[in-house]
DNA sequence: GAGTCGTGGAA
DNA sequence: TTTCCAAGACT
C-alpha cells in the first residue's frame, strides 16, 4: 500500500532550493551536457568536495567526448586520480567512445539512449536528462530516496533497492511541466545532501519540517533489516587500491616487485592483480612489468 | 538480489 | 582510534 504523498510539499522544497542550492560547475546555465554526464559518473557514491578539483581538471582537459575519446582509457584511469572505484573512469572512457561513435559526439538526451552508455544507469540516466536537457524524469538517489522516506512514508532510511512504491510517491510529486520538473528533482537531492541528512539531519532547517511524516512521528529510528557493514582493511578492495596507486603514479610501466613491494600477502595479492588484469584496469607490458590500460 | 568495487573526511 | 558512509552500476 502506498502511502499518497501530499503536493504540498514541492513548492516550499522549489523556494528552498532557489535560496540554498549550492553553486556547482555542472549546475551552471554555461555547463555541457558532458560537464553534467562526468559530474554524474565522478559523483557515484563520491563526495561533491573530492569531485570538484576533479571535474575542473577533467573538463580543461577533455571539453568534449571526442577529446576524451581520443585518449586511451589508462590516461582515464590516471586522471581520475584517487576519486576510488576506478572502474568508472573506464565506463566514462567508453562512454565517451560510444557518444563519439554512435551519437555523432553528442551526449544523447534521450533516456533509453543514455541508460545503454556503460557505467550508465537508471539514476545517471535519468540526472542527464533532467539536468542537462531539462527533462521531465523522475530522478531516485539515495538522497531523494531518503527524503521522501522521511516526508512521505515516515521511515528514517529507504530499502536496499528502489521500490515499486518509491516510483509511484517521486512520479506523484513530480511536477507537470518539464523545466519545473527538472528543478524539483535536483532541490529534492539538495535537501538530501544539505538537511535531511543520513546521520543528524537538520529539521530545524528544513522547508516542511511542519509536513514531515517522520518528523511527526517522533523520528523513530530505523527498524529494517540490518545494513551491511562495509569493511575496507585488508579486503581486495584495498589492495586493489595501492596496486593501482603504484601504477597511477609511474609514468609508464613498472617491474612487478614494485606491486609486490605494496601489499605482504601473496596470495592476495596475485588474486588482486589477476583482477584488474580482467577488468581491464591493468595490463601486462612484457617482461614482468605492468602498466595502465 | 546480495556482493563487490575505493577513498578520505567527519564524528 | 574506530566507525560510518557519499549524486550507483554491474554481476
Request: proline fraction near 9%.
Amino acid at each position: 500500500m502506498t502511502t499518497l504523498p501530499s503536493p504540498d510539499l514541492v513548492a516550499p522544497i522549489l523556494g528552498w532550493y532557489d535560496e540554498h542550492a549550492r553553486d556547482l560547475p555542472w549546475r551552471r546555465p554555461s555547463a555541457s551536457a558532458w560537464s553534467v554526464l562526468v559530474s554524474e559518473f565522478m559523483l557515484q557514491q563520491t563526495p561533491v568536495s573530492r569531485v570538484l578539483p576533479v571535474h575542473e581538471a577533467w573538463l580543461a582537459r577533455w571539453p568534449t567526448p571526442a577529446a576524451l575519446a581520443a585518449e586511451s582509457s589508462g590516461e582515464a584511469v590516471r586522471a581520475w586520480g584517487r576519486l576510488g572505484y576506478p572502474r568508472r573512469a573506464l565506463r566514462l572512457h567508453a562512454a565517451a567512445v560510444a557518444i563519439e561513435t554512435d551519437h555523432g559526439g553528442v551526449v544523447p538526451d534521450s533516456y533509453d539512449a543514455l541508460r545503454a552508455l556503460p557505467g550508465v544507469g537508471d539514476y545517471t540516466a535519468a540526472a542527464v536528462a533532467a539536468f542537462a536537457y531539462r527533462q521531465r524524469r523522475v530522478v531516485l538517489d539515495t538522497n531523494v530516496r531518503r527524503v521522501l522516506g522521511r516526508a512521505v512514508s515516515a521511515v528514517e532510511f529507504p530499502a536496499r533497492s528502489v521500490t515499486k512504491a518509491e516510483r509511484t510517491v517521486a512520479e506523484a510529486l513530480l511536477p507537470d511541466d518539464p523545466p519545473t520538473a527538472a528543478t524539483w528533482s535536483v532541490a529534492v537531492m539538495e535537501l538530501g545532501a544539505l538537511v535531511c541528512t543520513a546521520d543528524r539531519p537538520r529539521c530545524d532547517a528544513c522547508p516542511v519540517v511542519h509536513r514531515c511524516a517522520w518528523h511527526a512521528a517522533g523520528r523513530p529510528a530505523y527498524d529494517g533489516p540490518p545494513r551491511p557493514v562495509q569493511t575496507y582493511a585488508g579486503t581486495d578492495r584495498q589492495c586493489r587500491g595501492r596496486l593501482l596507486a603504484v601504477l597511477r603514479d609511474a609514468p609508464g610501466s613498472v617491474p612487478k616487485p614494485r606491486l609486490d613491494a605494496v601489499w605482504d600477502d601473496d596470495a592476495q595479492r596475485e588474486r588482486c592483480l589477476a583482477s584488474l588484469l580482467a577488468d581491464g584496469l591493468v595490463v601486462a607490458a612484457g617482461a614482468g612489468r605492468y602498466a595502465l590500460p
